[in-house]
């Protein structure tokens, strides 16, 4: 239990780090590469970590679920820190009045991407 704690102690600590570390390189790549680079690096540092406080015999044991552990919180860590993939952008959209066979309705149309006005 103690070394459970230790572990848990640990990825606590560093966790701020690997922020520090991962944002500023990954900061002109896509939010998914960011959030990759943030589980690599999470993973790989859970595993040492796990590896160094596991005892005796259990070496490989304690990097697999550090590293496990580690690729979870760094990839968390790094959603909440990497922009959105998501692009947003203003809809231009108006009302027009059209004629047919004499009668006159309103159609709603919005400008798409490639400037093309079209009825929604």
Not at 64 to 72: E, M, T
């Amino acid at each position: 239990m103690r070394k459970f704690i230790i572990l848990a102690s640990v990825v606590a600590m560093t966790a701020p780090a690997l922020t520090v570390v991962v944002t500023p390189a990954s900061a002109s790549a896509s939010a998914r590469g960011c959030r990759n680079t943030g589980t690599a690096v999470g993973g790989v540092t859970g595993a040492v970590v796990g590896s160094n406080l596991a005892s005796g015999g259990g070496r490989t044991g304690g990097a697999i679920i550090g590293g496990l552990v580690g690729a979870v919180a760094g990839h968390e860590i790094a959603k909440q820190n990497c922009g959105s993939d998501r692009r947003y952008y203003q809809a231009a959209c108006r009302n027009e009045t059209r004629y047919r066979d004499h009668r006159r309705y309103e159609v709603r149309v919005c400008q798409g991407r490639d400037g093309v006005w079209r009825p929604v």
